[in-house]
């Protein structure tokens, strides 16, 4: 299986990059750092795209570059908001982070899907990742809820393909004094993982359309 993982600049979309080699699988590494990009892919013997997934003219370059076909694309956000302490925002600054936090958590997946859905082969899988638990009424939350709208919308036009498209989200589990089922719970990249390899298996066709949560078992929201 032909694999595209964006964000591989960052820890998340290293460890999913990884777990997708593991598995056996064919992987494409991207981002916007070409030097830690190239780092991770001399690890896993495998090739470089260097693009900035929430710039129109970058991503369209891709599509002569990446591989005719493709079984799967994941998209990992790597906002470029550093941000700090959100009780001394400017005006500035809050329109700053919000629109960071779109253009890597929502742009940057639509943009992608829109150059390279046509190099997805039939039956394949889109997986949009929403890496932290947002707080109700936060920029993050907002991102959540629109990349889950655009992707139950995504799975009627992909559908006709038999590609399925989804989001995996990190649900409330992940909380502060959370411990888990075990003595020993995974990480949240870890668990990401797991669940986007599912998602690309024959035992997972039937689910498209979905914001799906991990949580360390717990349920995404309570009360």
Same mark, same amino acid.
């Given at each position: 299986m032909d694999v595209l993982v964006t964000g591989c600049d960052?820890?998340?979309?290293?460890? /999913?990059?990884?777990?997708?080699?593991?598995?056996?699988?064919?992987?494409?590494?991207?981002?916007?750092?070409?030097?830690e990009l190239e780092v991770l892919a001399k690890e896993l013997d495998t090739d470089v795209f260097v693009f900035d997934s929430a710039d129109p003219g970058s991503v369209a370059a891709l599509h002569g570059q990446v591989p005719a076909h493709l079984d799967t694309i994941v998209n990992v956000p790597a906002p470029a908001w550093t941000g700090g302490d959100p009780r001394t925002y400017t005006l500035d600054d809050h329109a700053a982070e919000w629109r960071a936090l779109f253009d890597a958590g929502l742009v940057s997946p639509v943009l992608t899907v829109q150059v390279l859905g046509d190099h997805m082969r039939s039956g394949g899988s889109i997986i949009t990742v929403i890496p932290d638990p947002p707080s109700e009424g936060g920029a993050a939350s907002a991102v959540k809820a629109a990349v889950s709208d655009w992707t139950a919308g995504q799975a009627?036009?992909?559908?006709?393909?038999?590609?399925? /498209?989804?989001?995996?989200?990190?649900?409330?589990?992940?909380?502060?004094?959370?411990?888990?089922?075990?003595?020993?719970?995974?990480?949240?990249?870890?668990? /990401?993982?797991?669940?986007?390899?599912?998602?690309?298996?024959?035992?997972?066709?039937?689910?498209?359309?979905q914001t799906l949560h991990v949580s360390h078992g717990a349920l995404a929201n309570f009360g």
């Amino acid at each position: 299986m032909d694999v595209l993982v964006t964000g591989c600049d960052t820890d998340l979309g290293r460890t /999913i990059a990884q777990s997708f080699h593991d598995a056996g699988h064919k992987v494409y590494v991207s981002g916007r750092r070409r030097d830690e990009l190239e780092v991770l892919a001399k690890e896993l013997d495998t090739d470089v795209f260097v693009f900035d997934s929430a710039d129109p003219g970058s991503v369209a370059a891709l599509h002569g570059q990446v591989p005719a076909h493709l079984d799967t694309i994941v998209n990992v956000p790597a906002p470029a908001w550093t941000g700090g302490d959100p009780r001394t925002y400017t005006l500035d600054d809050h329109a700053a982070e919000w629109r960071a936090l779109f253009d890597a958590g929502l742009v940057s997946p639509v943009l992608t899907v829109q150059v390279l859905g046509d190099h997805m082969r039939s039956g394949g899988s889109i997986i949009t990742v929403i890496p932290d638990p947002p707080s109700e009424g936060g920029a993050a939350s907002a991102v959540k809820a629109a990349v889950s709208d655009w992707t139950a919308g995504q799975a009627n036009h992909f559908g006709i393909r038999g590609i399925t /498209i989804n989001a995996v989200a990190v649900g409330r589990g992940f909380e502060r004094g959370y411990e888990g089922l075990s003595s020993t719970p995974s990480s949240v990249s870890a668990e /990401i993982s797991r669940l986007s390899l599912f998602l690309t298996t024959p035992a997972a066709r039937h689910i498209t359309g979905q914001t799906l949560h991990v949580s360390h078992g717990a349920l995404a929201n309570f009360g």
